[in-house]
C-alpha cells in the first residue's frame, strides 16, 4: 500500500531524495494510520491509510523544500489567473483563455501545466488548505468522526459540504479524472486508459482540476469564516 501510494504521488523524485526517503516517511503515516483507525468509523481502513500515508509524505516534501522558486512562481500565477477570469466571466475559464490571458501559446501552456502537476506541489489533499495561512484541514481529518469533538465535527461537515459543491463545479473531463484517481484509486496512466487520452493528458487535467478546487475552497472558506 505504501510503495503503490507513493508511486503515485510522487512520479518524479527530486534530486534532493531518494525513493527509500519517501516510502519511509508513507510507512510512517501507516503506522500512524494503525494505531489512530477507529473500526467503528463508517470508513475502509485502506480509505483512511492511504489518506494519512499520501498525507506524510506530502508534510515531508514541504519540509524539504526542493521545487524551484521559478515554478511555485509559475504556480501562483496560475492561481491567479484562474481565479481572475472565473470571475469575469462568472464559469471556469477554457485553457484557451488562461493561454491568452498568459500570452502563451497553446503548446507553451500545456508544458507549464505538465511542470507543475509533475512537482508534487499540487494534488488534492493540499485543495483543503485554508488560504495562506498555517490552519489545515487535510484528507486524513475530514475522513475521521470526531465525534467527542462537537466543533471539529461541524466544521468538518461543512468541509465536505464545501468539497462536494467545489467538486461538482469543475468541467466534466477534470471531475472525471479527480474521480477517477482519488475515488477510483486509478493511476494517471490508468485515467488515461479510461478516457483515451495520454498520461501527460491526465497530468494537465488535474493541475487546472486542483488550481480551480483550491480557489473554490479558499472563496468559500472566507464566506463560511
Same mark, same amino acid.
Request: net charge negative; glycine share 4%.
Given at each position: ?14 534530486? *534532493? ?123 486524513? /481529518? ?55 487520452? *495520454? ?20 472563496? /468559500? /472558506?472566507?464566506?463560511?469564516?
Amino acid at each position: 500500500m505504501v510503495k503503490i501510494t507513493s508511486g503515485r504521488v510522487v512520479s518524479n523524485i527530486p534530486p *534532493s531524495l531518494e525513493r527509500e526517503d519517501i516510502i519511509s516517511a508513507g510507512a510512517m503515516g501507516l503506522i500512524k494510520a494503525v494505531n489512530q483507525f477507529d473500526p467503528g468509523r463508517q470508513v475502509k481502513f485502506e480509505t483512511y491509510a492511504i489518506a494519512l500515508i499520501r498525507g506524510a509524505i506530502l508534510e515531508m516534501l514541504r519540509e524539504d523544500d526542493w521545487v524551484p522558486r521559478s515554478v511555485r512562481d509559475r504556480l501562483k500565477l496560475l492561481e491567479r489567473t484562474y481565479k481572475e477570469l472565473e470571475r469575469r466571466h462568472s464559469r471556469p475559464a477554457t485553457e484557451a483563455e488562461v493561454a491568452a490571458e498568459l500570452n502563451l501559446e497553446t503548446e507553451e501552456f500545456q508544458k507549464l501545466l505538465l511542470e507543475a502537476g509533475r512537482s508534487s506541489l499540487l494534488s488534492f489533499e493540499e485543495v483543503l488548505i485554508c488560504g495562506d495561512s498555517n490552519e489545515h484541514l487535510h484528507i486524513s /481529518d475530514v475522513l475521521q468522526d470526531e465525534t467527542a469533538l462537537p466543533a471539529l465535527e461541524l466544521e468538518i461537515h461543512e468541509r465536505k459540504r464545501m468539497l462536494g459543491k467545489a467538486i461538482d463545479r469543475l468541467p466534466e473531463r477534470e471531475r472525471l479524472v479527480i474521480s477517477l484517481y482519488y475515488f477510483e484509486g486509478l493511476t494517471f496512466k490508468e485515467v488515461g486508459k479510461t478516457l483515451t487520452i *495520454s498520461e501527460s493528458r491526465v497530468y494537465q487535467l488535474h493541475t487546472q482540476a486542483v488550481i480551480r478546487l483550491k480557489g473554490y475552497l479558499q472563496r /468559500d /472558506d472566507a464566506l463560511f469564516q
